[in-house]
């Protein structure tokens, strides 16, 4: 059983950081996989933020890039989602991903002006 558990959401002004963090555990490395952070905002679709694939290549919507960050540990079988110059419309549900299959329960991030 895999299990995705993120942390470290919360309320910042804008211009502020954000540090999230996915631990995963159970049958799963995310040294081999790849792995994504998603957010759902408000009356929109889920949407991709950035991923880093089991090679280390990144990848990151048009829209956070320059201000997030995507990392991964593998020792600690963990990934992590730095989040810089936030503005508002980030303000959003994030959810950990791996393998395009499992899911973490999402942590909400809320940014105000």
């Known amino acids: 059983q895999v299990q995705l558990v993120e942390s470290g959401g919360g309320l910042v002004q804008a211009g502020g950081s954000l540090r999230l963090s996915c631990a995963a555990s159970g049958s799963i490395l995310i040294s081999r996989n790849v792995m994504g952070w998603y957010r759902r905002a408000p009356g929109k679709q889920r949407e991709l933020v950035a991923r880093?694939?089991?090679?280390?290549?990144?990848d990151y919507a048009d829209s956070v890039k320059g201000r997030f960050t995507i990392s991964r540990d593998n020792a600690k079988n963990t990934v992590t989602l730095q989040m810089n110059s936030l503005k508002p419309e980030d303000t959003a549900v994030y959810y950990c991903?791996?393998?395009?299959?499992?899911w973490g329960q999402g942590t909400q991030v809320t940014v105000s002006s």
């Open positions: 880093i694939t089991s090679d280390g290549t990144t």
């Open positions: 991903n791996s393998a395009y299959i499992y």
